[in-house]
C-alpha cells in the first residue's frame, strides 16, 4: 500500500506526485523522490524497481521480507534492513523496515509494523537545510527513527527485571519469578536480534571505505552507532542480571528445599523416638518390667511424651523447625 510519494528539491517540498510521475522528477536537477510503502505487493514493489532501478536482488529481499539487519551496495545504491520492536501489551512484537537509498530517491518498505514514520518525513520537511543531503539523511533520519524506538522498550525490560527481583526473596514466588525471567529473557533476545547486527552494519557508514552516497553524512551515522552501542551495554547487562537473578532464585528454591527437608527429619525423629518405645513397651511377653503395676501405663505414655518434647525443643532451638 502507498503511503505517500512526494518530491523533493534543494531540500524544499515540491509537491505530492502520482507514482507514474516519478520518472519526471528524478530527471531535475537538486531534485529527489521519497516514497513509502507498507506491506507492499509484487507488483508494487515490480513498479518501484522499474521507476528507480532497483537491484533484483534487493528487490527480492524486500519483498520477502524476514531479513537480517544490514546494509548493501548495489552500485550507487544502498539498500538496508532495520527491524522494529514494538510494544504490544506485555509482550513485543517485530517488524521490519526495508530502505533503498540512491542518488536522487529514497524508498522504505515498511512490514509487520503498526508504527508509521511520518513524524520522521515532518521533522526532515522541517529542517530543508538537513534534508538538502538528500537521500542519505533519508536513510539517517529513518534508521535513526528506529533506534530511538528501541529506548522504551529496553526501559520497559529494565523496570520488569527491578519488579522481579524485588519478588526473589519472596516466599513461594520462585516458580512464578522463573518463568517471567524466562519471558524476559525470550523478549531481551528479540530486541538483541534487531541491535547487534545493526550495530555492525551502520559501522560501515562510518568507518573505513564508505559509499560514495553517505560521504558528508557520517557525522550523523556515528550518532547513531553511538546509540546502538548505549543500547548493546545495556541489554548484556539486562542479560547478565537476569542470569544472576536465575541462579539467586535457584538457590532459593534450594534453600527452601533444604528448610522442608529439616522440617520432615525432625518430626520423623521425634516419631521414630515415640515409635521406638512404644515398640518396646507393647512386646507380647508375659514377664514385661512394670506390667502389673497400677502406675506403668501413665509412667510409659509420660516418659514418651517427655523424651519427644525434649527433642522438640533442641529441634526448635536449633532452627530446624
Known sequence: MLINCVAYQEGKKLSDIPVEDISDYLCKPGCFVWVALRDATADEMAKMQEEFGLH??????????????????????????????????????????????????????????????????????REPHLLQMGSAF????????????????LDMLESELETIED????????????????QLKRKGLTVRHAVFPLLDAVGHLTNGRVPKLVEGTQDYFRDVQDHLIRIGSRLDAVRDTIATAIQVNLSM??????EVNKRLASWAAIFAVFTAFAGVWGMNFKYMPELNWKWGYPMALAIMVGVCGYLYRLFKKSGWL
Do not use: M, W
Request: hydrophobic share 40%.
Open 138 to 153: 533519508v536513510l539517517y533520519a529513518l534508521i535513526d527513527a528506529v533506534v530511538d524506538r528501541y529506548f522504551p522498550v
Open 167 to 182: 519478588r526473589i526473596f519472596t516466599y513461594g514466588a520462585q516458580r512464578q519469578n522463573v518463568e517471567r525471567l524466562y
Open 253 to 258: 528454591v534450594s534453600i527452601d528445599e533444604s
Open 56 to 125: 533484483e536482488l534487493a528487490v527480492e529481499d524486500a519483498a520477502r521480507g524476514r531479513q537480517r539487519p544490514k546494509v548493501e551496495e548495489y552500485g550507487d545504491c544502498l539498500f538496508a534492513v532495520v527491524h522494529t520492536v514494538d510494544i504490544e501489551g506485555d509482550d513485543l512484537t517485530s517488524g521490519e523496515v526495508a530502505i533503498f537509498a540512491g542518488p536522487n530517491y529514497a524508498l522504505s518498505v515498511r512490514r509487520d509494523s503498526q508504527k508509521g514514520f511520518l513524524g520522521v518525513r515532518a521533522r526532515a520537511e
